[in-house]
């Protein structure tokens, strides 16, 4: 980043994926009145304008001004499978920004089925369950009681290999409230099964 009056001085910007996970990595040399980096991905196939595909992600505070090496990063979760392009926004205290140049990644997608821990957990009228898919299965997420009985079936249907987020809002199959208390939740992929609590 060389938009003077108000250089940061760039000496690495990198992006590596780990299953379904990407990580940024940037390293600064010397910073001057830096506010901070706004970070910004989008997919590769995306053919909406250059202004449009581009989607904030998230904002990396900077170390306003210093002549020694700083170092960055943030992790970008639970991607789908395909190709990524990453591009940091640097500004400045007094309102002026730069761009970076884009790096691309390749995310292969997950590598087992899993079903992770709701979040949050305790929930108070809505909670989001994750789940991975190796290949493209035929999916079902139930929701169980305490006593075995299916109270919700949150998706049952085909679904292709990815990194999926449902959310429940506590109702049952017929839209009614639950009381609050201890629930199973359990995913079947073929000869995969697994239940956790929420």
Do not use: C
């Amino acid at each position: 980043f060389r938009n003077l009056p108000t250089p940061v001085e760039f000496s690495l910007f990198r992006a590596s994926s780990t299953g379904t996970d990407v990580l940024l990595e940037w390293i600064t040399e010397s910073e001057f009145t830096n506010l901070g980096f706004e970070i910004a991905r989008r997919s590769a196939g995306d053919q909406k304008p250059d202004d449009q595909a581009w989607q904030k992600m998230a904002f990396v505070r900077g170390n306003g001004t210093t002549t020694s090496r700083q170092r960055y990063s943030y992790l970008d979760r639970d991607l789908a499978p395909g190709r990524y392009h990453y591009r940091l926004k640097q500004l400045d205290i007094d309102g002026s920004f730069d761009y970076s140049g884009s790096v691309e990644v390749e995310v292969s997608g997950p590598r087992e089925f899993a079903l992770f821990q709701n979040f949050p957990n305790p929930t108070y009228g809505g909670t989001q369950l994750r789940y991975h898919l190796r290949e493209k299965s035929e999916v079902t997420l139930t929701i169980f009681n305490l006593q075995g009985q299916k109270v919700r079936t949150l998706f049952r249907g085909l679904a292709d290999a990815g990194v999926y987020k449902v959310e429940w809002n506590g109702l049952d199959d017929h839209r009614r409230p639950l009381p609050s208390g201890t629930y199973l939740y359990k995913l079947e992929v073929g000869d995969f099964a697994e239940t956790k609590r929420l």
